[in-house]
């Protein structure tokens, strides 16, 4: 299982690369692997200011639906448009082209509160 060193994660499994003052956000490779092959994102909130912990949008798999959780508040900046026509991305290259969301980070301490890649695999190992 992938965990990158360089990336910081949240209980809900999404994961949070930091660039300058936008965060890029999208889910686990483990979260992918149990999500199983993905159908659809759907995420309806770009433009919008949302807090920490609310949800952003859903992804759909073949056997389930689940809710997105922003791992820090802030303005939906964008959606990556290429899961629309090709949501598999997510499952092929999670970290990098699978990518969902970037915020705009109203408060830059929540990304503090993160977990860093040991502590993400300890909980899932758990």
Known sequence: MNI???LKYTEDHEWVRV?????VVGITDFAQ?????????EIETEGEELDKGETFGTVEAVKTVSDLFMPVGGEVAEFNEAL???PELVNKDPYGEGW???????????LGELMDADAYKAMIEA
């Open 84 to 86: 629309a026509d090709d």
């Open 19 to 23: 660039e300058g003052d936008v965060a």
């Open 100 to 110: 969902m969301i970037k915020i705009k980070v109203a408060d830059a301490a929540e």
């Open 33 to 41: 692997g149990e999500l199983g092959d993905i159908v659809f994102v």
């Open 4 to 6: 990158p060193a360089d």
